[in-house]
């Protein structure tokens, strides 16, 4: 997959420099060379994603040999380790490892406040999405022992995970301080080349400097430009669903008290109706036994035996005035206890004949005359 991240190369001293202004830098863009400048024009002529180079004269190139026990316990082991080959204290280091090789973990170790310095500044330079620093010498590992030559320096890696910073006039004395010809080495003497030779580098298993508290959030730039005419879209159609969503919880909410209050009527009706009964568990059931035992069966007449004819007959007086107040059943004796008002006696005595041509028994009770008409309670049994 190409790789369409802009490299910067941090010549060595960019860790303890107190400005972006104060160091030279270099950088390659894919399709427009290489540039140079001030680490401050860097960081506001580029954009999108942005790979770090940093120097060996900035971090130290080192190789550990650990068990694989000890090995777990990296981070803690590498300060006390590292402790004779630090010029300065080990809790002010920041640490990264490779794979071991041969037994032996590739390390390498930097001043945290300069790292943190830099982070900050590519942080402040909104355009820019750092994905991660490296360093030279550990990029260029597979070219080893090779020499590049950057400006006035010089930088030897006699072998993978060994590197020098020297002056370039040293170039002479290389076979005499590292005890390999000259000839040996590998040129690198253009920025060309040594760019590169660090795309190639980043393309194979190397050492990110940055990890854990200093893991760069990498977002794709390409992603989020396609996306942002959508966001207002996205925004507006998520507080959609989150109104729907609180309506719909609101509308069940009624629900469910609707559906309470009329579980809560229907038990009421229910104890009205049949006083003598506990309260229903199974409502609808408990109704259908209520109904079938009142409908009674076999030479049994039954309240709803009686109710129907009684019913169409008082209900087909009310013209006459007759209204029924109260409706009692003797289940014991399969009779229904009606108190009646009418306009007066004779309208009684008609309801009772009525009665009787239905094939029912029919006895007017104890009656009183009242200023709206008569009252009376018949009892009707079957003829």
Known sequence: MKDDSTIIYL????????????????WHVPGEGISRGTLSDALATLSGP?????????VLLTNVELSKRQAR????VLPFLLEESLLTTTDDMWYAHGKPVDGAYPVLACERDGLEQLLDWFASAGDITLLGAWVDADLLRGHAPCVARLDNDLLCIPAPGQALVLP????????????????????????????????????????????????PAVEHSGWRQMMQ???????????????????????????????????????????????????????????????????????????????????????????????????????????????????????????????????LSAEIGTARSEASGVTARMRVGQG
Not at 194 to 203: C, D, R, V
Not at 292 to 302: C, I, K, V
Request: charged share 20%.
């Open 229 to 359: 005419p959508w966001w207002p879209v996205t925004r507006l159609a998520a507080g959609v669903l989150m109104c729907v969503w609180v309506l719909l919880l609101v509308q069940q909410w009624q629900y469910n008290r609707a559906a309470e209050a009329q579980a809560a009527e229907a038990v009421a009706l229910y104890q009205e109706l049949f006083p003598g009964s506990s309260r229903p568990q199974l409502l609808q059931r408990e109704f259908r036994t209520q109904l079938e035992r009142l409908g009674g069966g076999g030479a049994g007449a039954g309240f709803l035996t009686l109710m129907a004819p009684v019913g169409d007959i008082i209900g087909g007086a009310t013209d006459q005035g007759v209204t029924p107040r109260r409706v009692q059943f003797d289940e014991r004796e399969n009779t229904l206890l009606v108190d009646i008002t009418a306009k007066d006696f004779s309208v009684l005595e008609s309801l009772r004949e009525k009665m009787q041509s239905a094939g």
């Open 168 to 215: 370039a006039t040293e170039l002479e004395q290389i076979p005499v301080l590292l005890g390999i010809d000259t000839a040996e080495f590998t040129r690198i003497d253009h920025l060309e080349a040594l760019f590169s030779a660090f795309a190639e580098g980043l393309q194979g298993d190397v050492i990110a400097l940055l990890h854990s508290d200093l893991r």
């Open 50 to 58: 942005v790979r770090a180079v940093l120097s060996s004269g900035d």
């Open 11 to 26: 010549p060595a001293g960019t860790l303890r420099v107190e400005s972006p202004d104060a160091v030279t830098v270099a």
């Open 73 to 76: 316990h990296m981070q803690k």
